[in-house]
């Protein structure tokens, strides 16, 4: 076989071409190694990003803190029902017993007080003198001269960032006692302002003491790393998450201040349960465990709450005492160890018993309100996205007498008529409670249920119940007031079948009955709406025009499904106790409907004041004159009606309300105001059982309960009488304007103009004639 090559052929020399290949190859391992690096600092990057900005988004949750009202100090505050002292102790006021020549003391020389106030937002400090007679404040002074009224700085009733079911009280680190501080660093972290978010030297330290005692005996997790877990990571035990968890918390430590990062984890630490409620946070524990403000707590009390970090339930002192106390006595010992507590002081500390209330204090004050705050801060303000200060309208005085009216009332309606108990929380007797701001709309207090721990659902904001008779002050409004240039169909006086009566409804026939079957004949408007009759309400609707009623119903605020059919006429129809409360507001104010019954005063970020989306003036929906006329036949309803019960609370000119009772017996209502507070009461089960109790055997007592303590704390002015109301004496067995001879007579309110003629049945000529001297006499002088 020949040789396929020609003679003298020499074969290439592929040496150069494998040595370029080979290069090429390490290039191309080199570029791929570059790029996967590249991809995995990227991956690094965004993943560190997305993550600090996770952190981020909480952290100014947290630090939007939301304020209740600023307590004011005006004349005929009562200044121990409104628990002055207590007030001034929250918030961290010394006092000095001598002067007070620095905001933040006070101090108190004989009756008088004299507080060195820090001033509240927008306020430059300012130190005021109380004068006060019988604990009532009578003059309030600066310098000598009489100022009217102050107020001290708004509390704090929690964060943005709290969830639902939980107890939590956020405070700042300027309010933590330096001896917390310590505890906390002695247990969880003592070199906590020396490494940069992961301490090696705790890592190695507790490996060698888990190692010799041949279990985990202690944690070499650093406080950053340990809110890093709570916030970001949680708490699978991982090789990657505890890398992950390393990791960001160096970045943060980088991004953030060590005391920013000391008060976001005292905040937001887990510190077992009370009452059926998670307690999250110092500020939350000091109330749960030892009824105090953070800024109370003793070392030992300090020391119980830093050794339950590691094992909330476990070292929990309301669970174990014992095991809680061992807990307490191993962090003083560290304490003493590291020069944070003296030998003396922790002799003396150790020797202390562990001590717990039977009686469970919530961290968090008004609950439901604040989950009403939050709900309004989306739908009115948007979504945040940095730090804001939230102002609520919130009166903690009020909410205190508002919750436990709640309690009690409900205590004493199971007691009185035990067929109402039931053993299934879930089932028990309901009640809702709001107070309102007549000026303004603003929720002054609320209560959405007898017990947030055992159902967060706010009835006062979300639960839609038939409003029954608390619904006819506008049905007679519709029938009082003028429509255009057509006068009302009625007045106060005027006569009103109460009989029963039949009906046809489409093809159906509906006959209304009165409370207990019980029909008064034929009276008068006033009547009619002060003792609630059914029959001669459906004939107050018929007269005034169903169309007219839902008008009216709507200019003052309810948004339901109003048919125009005659049950309406009864409440038959809808509505949450909220949206019952801000349609009475135009009664109590003369006739202006605010933009709503709102929860969120003002909020301010690092820009200045936010405007809200629905920011506007109250509107007026009926005159001055109709809205007394209406509040008048309703001081009625509590002088000798259906809310008789309420008589005593305040001045016959300065109370009026109406019950609410549907026909089923499943819901029972009062809703009463005076000039300056208007309060719902709605009462019930929330499956809508029967529970057969009218307005003012379940609901007007805890209305009663809660007015005594408010005008107590707070007196409110009489119902001024505007312009455009006359008075007259009528006589009341025809609706006349009463002459001497009539026999029974009233004396009634009426729309200026609206007057009836002069009875024609009693008396002679001459009576005649000088009734209708005096009226003219009367015209000539209007």
């Given at each position: 076989?020949?040789?396929?090559?020609p003679p003298g052929w020499r074969a290439p020399?592929?040496?150069?071409?494998?040595?370029?290949?080979?290069?090429?190859?390490?290039?191309?391992?080199?570029?791929?190694?570059?790029?996967?690096?590249?991809?995995?600092?990227?991956?690094?990057?965004?993943?560190?990003?997305?993550?600090?900005?996770?952190?981020?988004?909480?952290?100014?949750?947290?630090?939007?803190?939301?304020?209740?009202?600023?307590?004011?100090?005006?004349?005929?505050?009562?200044?121990?029902?409104?628990?002055?002292?207590?007030?001034?102790?929250?918030?961290?006021?010394?006092?000095?017993?001598?002067?007070?020549?620095?905001?933040?003391?006070?101090?108190?020389?004989?009756?008088?007080?004299?507080?060195?106030?820090?001033?509240?937002?927008?306020?430059?400090?300012?130190?005021?003198?109380?004068?006060?007679?019988?604990?009532?404040?009578?003059?309030?002074?600066?310098?000598?001269?009489?100022?009217?009224?102050?107020?001290?700085?708004?509390?704090?009733?929690?964060?943005?960032?709290?969830?639902?079911?939980?107890?939590?009280?956020?405070?700042?680190?300027?309010?933590?006692?330096?001896?917390?501080?310590?505890?906390?660093?002695?247990?969880?972290?003592?070199?906590?302002?020396?490494?940069?978010?992961?301490?090696?030297?705790?890592?190695?330290?507790?490996?060698?003491?888990?190692?010799?005692?041949?279990?985990?005996?202690?944690?070499?997790?650093?406080?950053?790393?340990?809110?890093?877990?709570?916030?970001?990571?949680?708490?699978?035990?991982?090789?990657?998450?505890?890398?992950?968890?390393?990791?960001?918390?160096?970045?943060?430590?980088?991004?953030?201040?060590?005391?920013?990062?000391?008060?976001?984890?005292?905040?937001?630490?887990?510190?077992?349960?009370?009452?059926?409620?998670?307690?999250?946070?110092?500020?939350?524990?000091?109330?749960?465990?030892?009824?105090?403000?953070?800024?109370?707590?003793?070392?030992?009390?300090?020391?119980?709450?830093?050794?339950?970090?590691?094992?909330?339930?476990?070292?929990?002192?309301?669970?174990?005492?014992?095991?809680?106390?061992?807990?307490?006595?191993?962090?003083?010992?560290?304490?003493?160890?590291?020069?944070?507590?003296?030998?003396?002081?922790?002799?003396?500390?150790?020797?202390?018993?562990?001590?717990?209330?039977?009686?469970?204090?919530?961290?968090?004050?008004?609950?439901?309100?604040?989950?009403?705050?939050?709900?309004?801060?989306?739908?009115?303000?948007?979504?945040?996205?940095?730090?804001?200060?939230?102002?609520?309208?919130?009166?903690?005085?009020?909410?205190?007498?508002?919750?436990?009216?709640?309690?009690?009332?409900?205590?004493?309606?199971?007691?009185?008529?035990?067929?109402?108990?039931?053993?299934?929380?879930?089932?028990?007797?309901?009640?809702?409670?709001?107070?309102?701001?007549?000026?303004?709309?603003?929720?002054?207090?609320?209560?959405?249920?007898?017990?947030?721990?055992?159902?967060?659902?706010?009835?006062?904001?979300?639960?839609?119940?038939?409003?029954?008779?608390?619904?006819?002050?506008?049905?007679?409004?519709?029938?009082?007031?003028?429509?255009?240039?057509?006068?009302?169909?009625?007045?106060?006086?005027?006569?009103?079948?109460?009989?029963?009566?039949?009906?046809?409804?489409?093809?159906?026939?509906?006959?209304?009955?009165?409370?207990?079957?019980?029909?008064?004949?034929?009276?008068?408007?006033?009547?009619?709406?002060?003792?609630?009759?059914?029959?001669?309400?459906?004939?107050?609707?018929?007269?005034?025009?169903?169309?007219?009623v839902i008008d009216t119903a709507r200019a003052?605020?309810?948004?339901?499904?109003?048919?125009?059919?005659?049950?309406?006429?009864?409440?038959?129809?809808?509505?949450?106790?909220?949206?019952?409360?801000?349609?009475?507001?135009?009664?109590?104010?003369?006739?202006?409907?605010?933009?709503?019954?709102?929860?969120?005063?003002?909020?301010?970020?690092?820009?200045g004041e936010v405007t809200p989306a629905d920011?506007?003036?109250?509107?007026?929906?009926?005159?001055?004159?109709?809205?007394?006329?209406?509040?008048?036949?309703?001081?009625?309803?509590?002088?000798?009606?259906?809310?008789?019960?309420?008589?005593?609370?305040?001045?016959?000119?300065?109370?009026?309300?109406?019950?609410?009772?549907?026909?089923?017996?499943?819901?029972?209502?009062?809703?009463?105001?005076?000039?300056?507070?208007?309060?719902?009461?709605?009462?019930?089960?929330?499956?809508?059982?029967?529970?057969?109790?009218?307005?003012?055997?379940?609901?007007?007592?805890?209305?009663?309960?809660?007015?005594?303590?408010?005008?107590?704390?707070?007196?409110?002015?009489?119902?001024?009488?505007?312009?455009?109301?006359?008075?007259?004496?009528?006589?009341?067995?025809?609706?006349?304007?009463?002459?001497?001879?009539?026999?029974?007579?009233?004396?009634?309110?009426?729309?200026?103009?609206?007057?009836?003629?002069?009875?024609?049945?009693?008396?002679?000529?001459?009576?005649?004639?000088?009734?209708?001297?005096?009226?003219?006499?009367?015209?000539?002088?209007?």
């Amino acid at each position: 076989m020949a040789w396929p090559f020609p003679p003298g052929w020499r074969a290439p020399d592929w040496r150069p071409l494998w040595r370029w290949l080979s290069r090429s190859r390490l290039r191309l391992l080199g570029i791929a190694a570059l790029a996967l690096l590249a991809v995995l600092v990227a991956t690094v990057a965004i993943y560190s990003s997305l993550a600090l900005a996770r952190f981020e988004r909480v952290e100014e949750r947290r630090t939007t803190f939301v304020y209740a009202g600023a307590q004011p100090l005006v004349p005929g505050v009562h200044v121990r029902r409104v628990d002055l002292a207590g007030t001034l102790a929250r918030l961290k006021y010394a006092d000095s017993r001598g002067a007070v020549p620095a905001p933040g003391q006070f101090r108190r020389v004989g009756s008088a007080w004299e507080i060195n106030l820090r001033g509240a937002p927008g306020t430059a400090p300012q130190r005021v003198w109380l004068e006060t007679r019988d604990e009532r404040i009578t003059r309030v002074t600066r310098d000598g001269y009489d100022i009217g009224a102050a107020a001290l700085e708004p509390e704090v009733l929690t964060s943005a960032d709290d969830r639902p079911g939980e107890d939590n009280r956020p405070v700042r680190l300027a309010e933590v006692p330096l001896v917390l501080i310590n505890a906390v660093l002695a247990a969880e972290d003592h070199r906590f302002f020396e490494h940069g978010g992961v301490d090696a030297r705790g890592l190695l330290r507790a490996a060698w003491a888990n190692l010799r005692a041949g279990r985990v005996m202690q944690g070499g997790s650093t406080i950053t790393q340990q809110l890093v877990k709570n916030r970001l990571v949680g708490s699978r035990r991982t090789l990657f998450r505890k890398a992950s968890e390393a990791w960001l918390a160096t970045l943060v430590e980088w991004r953030y201040s060590k005391p920013q990062i000391l008060e976001a984890y005292l905040n937001e630490v887990y510190l077992g349960q009370r009452g059926g409620r998670a307690i999250r946070g110092i500020g939350a524990a000091a109330r749960a465990y030892f009824h105090k403000e953070i800024h109370q707590v003793t070392p030992a009390e300090a020391a119980l709450l830093a050794g339950m970090i590691r094992g909330p339930n476990s070292y929990s002192p309301a669970v174990n005492p014992e095991r809680a106390r061992a807990r307490r006595d191993v962090v003083l010992a560290r304490m003493r160890e590291l020069g944070s507590l003296s030998p003396a002081d922790w002799e003396a500390t150790k020797a202390e018993p562990v001590r717990v209330p039977t009686t469970t204090a919530s961290g968090q004050p008004a609950p439901y309100f604040t989950d009403y705050v939050r709900a309004e801060l989306e739908q009115r303000f948007g979504e945040r996205g940095d730090a804001a200060s939230v102002y609520s309208t919130l009166d903690l005085v009020l909410q205190r007498f508002a919750e436990a009216a709640i309690v009690r009332g409900l205590d004493r309606l199971e007691t009185r008529v035990p067929r109402l108990r039931r053993d299934d929380p879930t089932r028990r007797l309901q009640a809702a409670l709001v107070a309102l701001d007549p000026a303004t709309g603003e929720i002054r207090a609320l209560v959405g249920g007898r017990d947030y721990a055992q159902s967060q659902y706010n009835r006062a904001a979300l639960a839609r119940r038939q409003p029954g008779s608390a619904f006819k002050p506008f049905v007679y409004l519709a029938a009082l007031r003028q429509h255009g240039n057509d006068a009302p169909a009625m007045t106060a006086a005027t006569l009103v079948d109460d009989v029963p009566v039949v009906l046809t409804v489409g093809r159906d026939t509906w006959s209304p009955r009165n409370y207990q079957d019980r029909y008064e004949g034929r009276v008068t408007v006033r009547r009619a709406l002060e003792h609630s009759l059914n029959a001669a309400t459906v004939r107050v609707a018929d007269a005034a025009g169903l169309p007219a009623v839902i008008d009216t119903a709507r200019a003052l605020g309810f948004e339901g499904d109003l048919a125009p059919v005659p049950a309406m006429a009864l409440g038959v129809f809808e509505a949450t106790p909220i949206e019952l409360a801000r349609a009475y507001l135009p009664l109590a104010n003369g006739g202006l409907r605010p933009v709503g019954a709102i929860a969120v005063r003002g909020v301010r970020d690092r820009d200045g004041e936010v405007t809200p989306a629905d920011a506007g003036e109250a509107i007026p929906v009926i005159s001055a004159a109709e809205a007394y006329l209406i509040t008048s036949l309703l001081e009625g309803v509590i002088q000798s009606g259906t809310g008789a019960a309420a008589r005593g609370v305040a001045a016959a000119d300065a109370i009026a309300g109406k019950t609410g009772t549907t026909n089923d017996g499943r819901d029972a209502w009062f809703v009463g105001y005076t000039p300056r507070l208007v309060v719902a009461v709605w009462v019930g089960y929330d499956g809508g059982d029967t529970h057969g109790l009218s307005g003012a055997e379940a609901a007007l007592p805890i209305w009663i309960d809660f007015m005594r303590e408010a005008l107590a704390a707070y007196p409110q002015p009489a119902f001024v009488v505007p312009s455009g109301i006359s008075f007259a004496s009528i006589d009341l067995t025809n609706g006349r304007l009463a002459n001497d001879a009539c026999p029974v007579t009233a004396r009634e309110t009426f729309l200026a103009g609206t007057e009836p003629p002069p009875c024609q049945e009693h008396g002679g000529f001459g009576n005649q004639l000088y009734d209708w001297w005096r009226r003219l006499r009367d015209w000539w002088k209007r």
